[in-house]
Nanobody, 126 residues
Framework: QVQLVESGGGLVQAGGSLRLSCAASGLTFSSYTMGWFRQAPGKEREFVAGISWNGHTYYADSVKDRFTISRDNAKNTVSLQMNSLKPEDMAVYYC????????????????????WGQGTQVTVSS
């Protein structure tokens, strides 16, 4: 049974930082592209950042240069370092996994992903 468990969410002031983590189990982690999505109240879930099995990273324009995604294949974890947070970054953040052995796979759409976590809330106060 595949499980993705997010952690690290919380309340932070605008301009501050948070680090989200996602622990994966029940899958061959190194065979998956991992992604982070977010959903704000009343809005569609949107892509934030992704990382392929070999470490190729890609980002939404709205978070580029502020967020950094990374993975540790030995620990089956993917992280999202979020700096210079803005009120518009406030959302529930979800970890997702897509089976892929492509070197430069860059899935950005929800339906492309096979598994999802339950989400972690990020609140940014202005």
């Amino acid at each position: 049974q595949v499980q993705l468990v997010e952690s690290g969410g919380g309340l932070v002031q605008a301009g501050g930082s948070l680090r989200l983590s996602c622990a994966a189990s029940g899958l061959t982690f190194s065979s998956y592209t991992m992604g982070w999505f977010r959903q704000a109240p009343g809005k569609e879930r949107e892509f934030v950042a992704g990382i392929s099995w070999n470490g190729h990273t890609y980002y939404a324009d709205s978070v580029k240069d502020r967020f950094t995604i990374s993975r540790d294949n030995a620990k089956n974890t993917v992280s999202l370092q979020m700096n210079s947070l803005k009120p518009e970054d406030m959302a529930v953040y979800y970890c997702a996994a897509k089976f892929s052995l492509s070197f430069y796979d860059t899935p950005r759409l929800q339906y492309e992903y096979d598994y999802w976590g339950q989400g972690t809330q990020v609140t940014v106060s202005s």
